[in-house]
């Protein structure tokens, strides 16, 4: 069974976002940025939201005209460890006690930046996965390394992406990647038992 949390939004304020989903026989998540769908109802998924249903399956429609298979590839450069977990991915946060999670006090007439917390609110322990009290690190999503973005190239054309949205795509069965000429459009991504759309970033 794919593990569609990764594909999932983060305690984003669109709830909808934040778990996966089922419509049309299928299960389907997102975060805005990547969107998925694997191909049978996974078990204990919500019920389709009025502001998702049918947004996945056009996309993917639109990007069925995409024809150019491109190669995943990494940079060859070890990629920079978190500075919020230290590069462990886990992290251990509690709300800072001299701004009582604010990030900032007022003093007099004037609001100042919480230099105990620098001005996050929280006090960060990078930890293990193992530890009981520990979070998966919401800055590098559990990765433990710095995502920057991928430049790849076919037909003479560069396309950028996110470097942690790759990662995650490269991990499924058997995926192929495929884009259009425009670098701007959304590209897609099938494999064995779904597809998916990737939204680009700027080159």
């Not at 996945?56 to 590839?73: C, F, G, M, S, V």
């Not at 450069?77 to 009582?100: L, N, Q, S, Y």
């Not at 991928?150 to 995926?175: D, S």
Request: aromatic share 8%.
């Amino acid at each position: 069974m794919i593990d569609l949390k990764p594909f999932c939004g983060r305690d984003d304020p669109r709830e909808f976002l934040n778990h996966p989903w089922q419509e049309d026989g299928a299960t389907f998540a997102s975060n805005g940025h990547i969107g998925i769908q694997v191909d049978v109802v996974q078990p204990e998924t919500a019920a389709v939201s009025a502001t998702m249903a049918g947004r996945i399956q056009k996309l993917l429609a639109e990007a069925r005209a995409n024809t150019i298979p491109l190669d995943i590839k990494f940079p060859d450069v070890a990629p920079k460890p978190c500075p919020r977990c230290e590069g462990r991915g886990f992290v251990i946060a509690v709300e800072c006690d001299e701004c009582e999670g604010d990030g900032w006090f007022e003093h007099g007439s004037h609001n100042y930046d919480c230099k105990e917390c620098n001005a996050s609110g929280e006090i960060v322990q990078p930890a293990s996965r193992d530890d009981l009290k520990a979070e998966e690190c919401w800055s590098c999503d559990g990765n433990g390394t710095v995502s920057t973005h991928v430049h790849l190239h076919a037909n003479g054309i560069t396309y950028g992406f996110q470097e942690k949205y790759l990662r995650r795509i490269a991990a499924l069965p058997a995926v192929r990647l495929f884009v259009s000429s425009d670098n701007s459009a959304a590209a897609r991504f099938d494999f064995e038992g779904g597809s998916g759309v990737l939204m680009p970033v700027r080159v």
